[in-house]
């Protein structure tokens, strides 16, 4: 299959691309291991204390968050694409087997694709697009830091790989 | 592939199921040709006046549906599942490319199967979900006259592609 990038609108979309020197078996590992991804998920001292993947387009994709304070976040969704060692997309707008969400509309809802490549130094270009409904959604996701947090997460997710 | 069915909850989906006597293959032209599908996808006398259909994973499912008296509505989903001749899934949460859709809450959102197996006698097995957030959801469709809208629907497609 010929790789085809996801067509991000920068209007709507936020991407973090990067090259990291670990291969694209070991990053999807990371994203497809729920011990692993407890791990890296998210940026500290905020910790994933739970994680459930049923990888498969259609499973479900649960992760829990809990901040310093003590306080969990539950977030669930739907694997839409599932093509090993390239690309993983999921949406927080629907549940395992594709139920639609019951979901506060003022929540931030949103579609997320990583896609891998070897960089042909047996390293990873790395790309993850967050697609957002509006205008205002991406802004907000923006300000709530996504280029710092997704940043961060991945640089846990490169040190579990290393140290694995 | 080994065909499995959508696993559905009485409480939130709604099933029609029903042997139909024209092969799985014109059922799935009918329902994936936007000039046939504009012929039979809602009960006269409303009518599909337009109809735009991007066959793939996360390609774009349009429909817009005219009541008697002029009024349009203007239906935007994606594609999950294209399986030709097999299954056919998509989502009104998500729009072409799998981005959220800012939608009214209130409003009937829904995840949608259609699968078709051979009856061994020429014909299909054909079964359609609709797949509910929850139960008020999915109380009001039924209300709305899910099983005879969508069954006069394949009425209509059975006689649509008889005659083509």
């Known amino acids: 299959m010929t790789f085809t990038p996801y067509p991000s609108d920068p209007a709507l979309d936020l991407v973090l691309e990067r090259e990291v020197d670990v291969p ?3 990053v999807w590992k990371a994203w497809t291991t729920p011990d692993l991804l407890k791990q ?4 500290k001292p905020y910790e994933t204390p739970q994680c459930e993947i049923d990888l498969r387009p259609g499973g479900g994709f649960r992760t829990v968050m ?3 304070e003590g306080n969990e976040f539950d977030n669930v969704g739907c694997y839409l694409e599932v093509v090993p060692n390239e690309k993983l997309s999921w949406t927080s707008v629907l549940g395992p087997d594709y139920r639609p969400i019951t979901a506060d509309p003022d929540e931030l809802q949103l579609t997320a694709v990583i896609e891998l490549q070897p960089n042909g130094k047996g390293g990873t270009r790395y790309r993850a697009v ?6 205002a959604h991406c802004k907000r996701h923006e300000e709530m830091g996504f280029e710092q947090g997704w940043g961060i997460a991945l640089d846990q997710l490169i040190e579990v790989v290393k140290g694995s």
């Open 130 to 135: 967050a697609i957002h409904r509006d205008v």
């Open 24 to 26: 694209p078996e070991l």
């Open 40 to 43: 890296w998920f998210t940026p």
């Open 66 to 68: 809990r901040s310093p």
